[in-house]
């Protein structure tokens, strides 16, 4: 015996529609996120006040560890 599923037009017009509704909603609210909240690869920047305030360590490329010959 054979069992028949019966499924009306407007059901799968509604379907299609809310399918296409949705598609379109998530792809605007997608390109809004990527204009408003832009993702920056790369190395992160230093937080502020991580570098010591010494006026002879005036940049961070100044600032170098010492070398182990000069400990001994």
């Given amino acids: 015996m054979a069992m028949v599923i019966v499924i009306s037009l407007p059901l799968i017009l509604f379907s299609v529609m809310l399918g296409i509704g ?5 792809r605007a609210r997608g390109r809004q996120d990527i204009r408003t909240h832009s993702q920056t690869l790369g190395v992160p920047i230093a937080p502020p006040n991580a570098y010591p305030s010494d006026q002879a360590c005036s940049s961070p490329s100044s600032c170098s560890k010492s070398k182990i010959s000069d400990m001994v």
């Avoid at 949705?22 to 998530?26: Q, V």
């Fill in 22 to 26: 949705c598609y379109l909603i998530g």
